[in-house]
C-alpha cells in the first residue's frame, strides 16, 4: 500500500455512524487493544478502548478471545463483544459513554460485534461492524440504541 493510500484511508471517517435508524456522526479516533502474555497470565483477558471525541467504550475479550501480538483481528470476526461501564487500560481505567444532542449519556452495558476485519497498513486494521447500547441518558432514563461502527484497531503489548 503506498502511503497516498494510506493517507487516504485514515481519512476516511471512522464513526458510529446509525444509531436507531438516524444517521449521527459519533468520530472515533481509534480501538486500542491491551495485550496479554498468555503463557505468564493466562486468567487475564485482553482489554479494549474504543475512543472518540465524545465517545469512550471499554471492556475485555473473552479468555477464548486473544488478537494477541500476532494481530489476529479475525478472531473477534462475528462474535460478540460485550462493552462495560467501566474499563480499558488498567493503568487509566474509563467510564463508557457517549454524548449525544442533549447532554452525556452513561452506557451502562452493550456489545459490539465485528462482521468486517479490512486488510491492515500502518499498525491500523480496520474493523466494521454493529453495536448496541444501554445508555443513562441526562434525564436518568435508559434507553437502548444501536449502529454500525467502523475505527481502526492497533494493538499494545
Known sequence: MSSTEAALLERIHSSINRIDGKTVELPLEKMDIYLVDTDEEPDFPEVFEIIGKDVVLV?????????????????LNGKQIAITKEGGDVREPKRSSLVLPGGQALIESGSFTVTKVGKGYDAKTPLRGNVSLLLRMPDGTDKVVTGTFKVNGTTWG
Open 59 to 75: 471492556g475485555s475479550f473473552p479468555l477464548t478471545t486473544r488478537v494477541g501480538y500476532g494481530e489476529k483481528f479475525d478472531q
